[in-house]
């Protein structure tokens, strides 16, 4: 999922850049799974950090030279979300970990089957229950908000400045730490490299 998901963000770094000049440009990133929220509730989310351009190769042999990307758009966060969206959904209903019906995304239970304590724990922890309750005897059910399939009813939601939630995810593009920045860069990876 999360290689789905640089892969697409990188994907569309390449496409923007060629349009603007720099072909067959690269780019990089540092990705982190956080697992839970800061109250230790099972909500696992990615975390990274994009060059916000591309490295392109001379053609003579000297050093790669960079291209900034000119502008990022709130409306250019929205279309890289629906595309990872759709690739990540399509990926864990091939390899069986959801089943995708047209309001809700139904989650496996096989962990229940191999391990019903960590299952209950699991379950536990995404509804907000304690830890030590009645078992679950279903496959977990979300719900994502206008949902509808791979390609989602409903436009993606704007929160703010290039923050953007649909159907389920949501892709935050506003912290940014410039090149001569080294303070706002060193803040930038603890953050998401914290505990």
């Known amino acids: 999922v999360v290689r789905l ?3 697409t963000v990188l994907a569309w770094y390449r496409r923007r850049m060629e349009i603007v000049g720099a072909p ?3 780019a990089g990133a540092i990705t982190v799974v956080q697992r839970t929220s800061s109250d230790l509730r099972c909500n696992p989310h990615v975390y990274a950090i994009f060059l916000d351009g591309v490295f392109v190769t001379d ?3 000297g050093k790669p030279a960079f291209h900034p990307l000119p502008y990022l758009s709130s409306t250019a966060v929205a279309d890289v979300l629906q595309i990872a969206r759709t690739r990540i959904l399509r990926f864990l209903q091939r390899k069986g970990v959801v089943d995708i019906a047209d309001d809700v ?3 496996s239970d096989d962990l229940a089957n191999r391990d019903p304590v960590l299952a209950a724990l699991a379950s536990a922890s995404v509804s907000g229950l304690p830890p ?3 078992a679950r005897r279903r496959p977990m059910i979300v719900g994502l908000p206008g949902h509808g399939g791979h390609g989602g009813r409903g436009e993606p939601t704007i ?3 290039l923050c953007v939630d ?3 995810f949501g892709l935050h593009a506003a912290t940014t730490a410039r090149a ?5 860069r060193l803040a930038l990876v603890k953050y998401v490299l914290r505990p």
């Open 166 to 168: 649909h159907a389920g």
């Open 132 to 134: 030590a309750g009645p």
């Open 59 to 61: 053609p003579s042999g």
């Open 5 to 7: 998901f640089a892969d």
């Open 159 to 161: 929160k703010s400045a």
């Open 24 to 26: 067959a440009g690269r």
């Open 105 to 107: 995304v139904t989650i």
């Open 180 to 184: 001569a920045d080294a303070r706002g």
